[in-house]
Each structure stands twice: as C-alpha cells, then as structure tokens.
T-cell receptor, first 112, second 115 residues
Framework: SQKIEQNSEALNIQEGKTATLTCNYT??????LQWYRQDPGRGPVFLLL?????KEKRKERLKVTFDTTLKQSLFHITASQPADSATYLC???????????FGTGTRLQVFP | DTEVTQTPKHLVMGMTNKKSLKCEQH?????MYWYKQKAKKPPELMFV???????INESVPSRFSPECPNSSLLNLHLHALQPEDSALYLC??????????????FGPGTRLTVL
C-alpha cells in the first residue's frame, strides 16, 4: 500500500535560518504533490502544489522541489520567522480519484 | 467568499446520542470531503462527495452517515459513537473533483468528544 513519511516529527530552528522539511513516498506514482500548513485546532491551509513534471516551485519565502526518481519532495522556508511555527503536511493524489493522502506531518518551531 | 464553515465548533455527546455535524461552502465547489484527525496524526479521509454523489467511502463504520443535500452543504450524522471516535472532524471542498488537481479548502473543524 501507499506510504508517505515526513521523516522529522519535529524540527526546531532559529529565526532567520532556512527550514527544510522532507516528504518521502513509496509504492506510489503521484501526478502531483501538495504542501499544507496546519495550526493547532485548525484545518490545514494549502501552500503550494507541484506537478510530477516540475522540478521546483517557489512562492515568496517558500520553495518546493519534487524528485520522482528519489520519490521525495523537499519544502524550504527561507528567512524563517516565529510566525512560521506550525505543522506542515505533504499530500499526494491517488491517480484519477478525488483522494489526497496526507503525510505524517512535521511540527516546525522557529525560535527568536 | 473563500471559506468553508463548520458547525458546531465543539460537541460533547454520549454513546447513545444522535447528533449531526454541518459543513457549508459557497465557492461553487463540486467536491466535498469529511476527514477525521486524531491528535498529532494527519487527517484521514472518510468520505468524498462529487457532484452531490458519494464517490468514496473509506470503509467507515455505519455509525457515521454522510449526507449531501445540495452542492453547498455536507452533513455527517452521528449515532451510537464510541469514545475512540473522539477527534477533530474536518470538512473540505475542492473545485471540480473527479480526479482533478484541485487544492482542498478546509473548514476549522468540529472537536468531538464522546463520553
């Protein structure tokens, strides 16, 4: 069955540094991959989508890469701020369905 | 209006109660979803409605009964729940469904506690 792992349950970094989060998947060939942010007790909020034929996507301080050979996506937040502290989830589609499967999530804490 | 609303925010119910969760969106989205999320876990898909028809049921126990009265509304009827059903229940919607690459818009969730 499909398996999606975000290999850091928690990541602590200092303000101003770049945070790098990892999403790995197996038994799977997604057409696209999404990243969401979730604050405690709230619903996830969409951040970025990257398709299988795209290597990199950027939005302001956010950058996502997608390596279909390694079956891995990296999510970068540059010049991180305490307000970036949240749980970040990757999500992959199941081909030709309405399903998204979410990764295990990484809880990011940015310290001043 | 780019918002998905959910009511109630919090719900406490006994194992013999019947209650309903409600979700609403006015973005013209034609796919709507129910997820269950336990603490420190990712959202788990329960049901998907596409164009008001149930398209995915992830083998959810029958004590959870979804309903989509129209394209803007999604309900989840609860009956004879167990304490392990306590969780955050999230509703989401997306533009077209049917295997498209649409992103999902989530509501704030209903925090359910079953005593």
């Amino acid at each position: 069955s499909q398996k999606i792992e975000q290999n850091s349950e928690a990541l602590n970094i200092q303000e101003g540094k770049t945070a790098t989060l990892t999403c790995n998947y197996t038994n799977y060939s997604p057409a696209y991959l999404q990243w969401y942010r979730q604050d405690p007790g709230r619903g996830p909020v969409f951040l970025l989508l990257i398709r299988e034929n795209e290597k990199e996507k950027r939005k302001e301080r956010l950058k996502v890469t997608f390596d279909t050979t390694l079956k891995q996506s990296l999510f970068h937040i540059t010049a991180s701020q305490p307000a970036d502290s949240a749980t970040y989830l990757c999500a992959l589609d199941i081909y030709n369905t309405d399903k998204l499967i979410f990764g295990t999530g990484t809880r990011l804490q940015v310290f001043p | 209006d780019t918002e998905v609303t959910q009511t109630p925010k919090h719900l406490v119910m006994g194992m013999t109660n019947k209650k309903s969760l409600k979700c609403e969106q006015h973005m013209g989205h034609r796919a709507m979803y129910w997820y269950k999320q336990k603490a420190k876990k990712p959202p788990e898909l329960m049901f998907v409605y596409s164009y008001e028809k149930l398209s995915i049921n992830e083998s959810v126990p029958s004590r959870f009964s979804p309903e989509c009265p129209n394209s803007s509304l999604l309900n989840l009827h609860l009956h004879a729940l167990q304490p392990e059903d306590s969780a955050l229940y999230l509703c989401a919607s997306s533009l077209a469904g049917r295997g498209s690459t649409d992103t999902q818009y989530f509501g704030p969730g209903t925090r359910l506690t079953v005593l």
